[in-house]
Nanobody, 111 residues
Framework: QVQLVESGGGLVQPGGSLRLSCAAS????????MGWYRQAPGKQRELVAL???????NYADSVKGRFTISSDNAKNTVYLQMNSLKPEDTAVYYC?????WGRGTQVTVSS
């Protein structure tokens, strides 16, 4: 089992950017999927972006063209670059790596 720790969340104004990081305790090279989910207050957890090692990358329609998922196997880290942030992006963002979850990092978009 791999431990995941997210960072990079915070308060940002609408239109701003943040980059979330997810550091894994072990190698992520062998895992076949990694991604980011989010949960806003009163709502269910939803997929933001999912990257498959030997397949496609999927994004929620609401973030397409604004968010980009990437990974650095040498650093065992998964990233989520978030641009043109909107108030509706406010949520706790969770890292996911093949069945393992981080504890989440809060992102708040507000003026």
């Amino acid at each position: 089992q791999v431990q995941l720790v997210e960072s990079g969340g915070g308060l940002v104004q609408p239109g701003g950017s943040l980059r979330l990081s997810c550091a894994a305790s072990g190698s992520i090279y062998s895992f076949n999927s990694m991604g980011w989910y989010r949960q806003a207050p009163g709502k269910q957890r939803e997929l933001v972006a999912l990257k498959r090692t030997y397949g496609s990358t999927n994004y929620a329609d609401s973030v397409k063209g604004r968010f980009t998922i990437s990974s650095d196997n040498a650093k065992n880290t998964v990233y989520l670059q978030m641009n043109s942030l909107k108030p509706e992006d406010t949520a706790v963002y969770y890292c996911y790596v093949s069945g393992n979850w981080g504890r989440g990092t809060q992102v708040t978009v507000s003026s």
